[in-house]
């Protein structure tokens, strides 16, 4: 595999957390993730192209986003406590920061996500989603669903931070 993007040290990634997660590089320079199911099989990637570029998120073509629980193959046995966010690298960060967390490739919880969640079988849910009204609106929306299954709590990210990985 080819080394990722430097862009990609430059936010704090780790080389440690570039190889845990096998990050790569495409031909377009796009930072390339693969995407596992929970059994750590490869089900499909996602390139997250450089700055200015879009989509900013590229997936591989018949890949089932709401299907997946992104991180969910990282997760230890006995999770207590998930950190359920938008994005691959948010919930990478957390993930390097030493927080288990996984992602729903986007803003909306499946059925089959939300069957995820509730096998994982955490005590407590923070839903640290994006940190606009899009991202807020999800997030009461999947809290409200994940309620039945254990805590439920919302990182409240303040004004100055737009996810995760800003703090």
Not at 8 to 13: A, H, K, S, T
Not at 44 to 68: A, D, F, H, M, N
Not at 148 to 164: A, F, Q, T
């Amino acid at each position: 595999g080819r080394q990722p993007p430097n862009w990609i040290y430059d936010r704090g990634f780790t080389k440690d957390t570039v190889e845990a997660w096998e990050f790569s590089i495409s031909d377009q320079k796009s930072l390339v993730i693969p995407i596992k199911d929970r059994h750590n099989k490869f089900v499909g990637w996602v390139c997250r192209q450089p700055e200015g570029r879009l989509p900013k998120y590229i997936y591989s073509t018949g890949l089932k986003t709401s299907k997946v629980l992104f991180g969910e193959n990282m997760l230890p046995k006995n999770s207590k406590e998930l950190y359920i966010v938008e994005g691959t690298l948010d919930a990478i960060w957390l993930y390097q920061n030493g927080y288990n967390a996984v992602s729903l490739l986007g803003l909306n919880m499946s059925v089959d996500q939300e069957n995820a969640l509730r096998r994982i079988n955490a005590d407590s849910y923070i839903i640290a989603l994006d940190n606009d009204n899009a991202g807020i609106n999800a997030g009461d929306r999947i809290g409200s669903r994940l309620e039945k299954y254990g805590l439920v709590r919302y990182m409240n990210l303040g004004e100055m931070y737009k996810d995760v990985q800003d703090i």
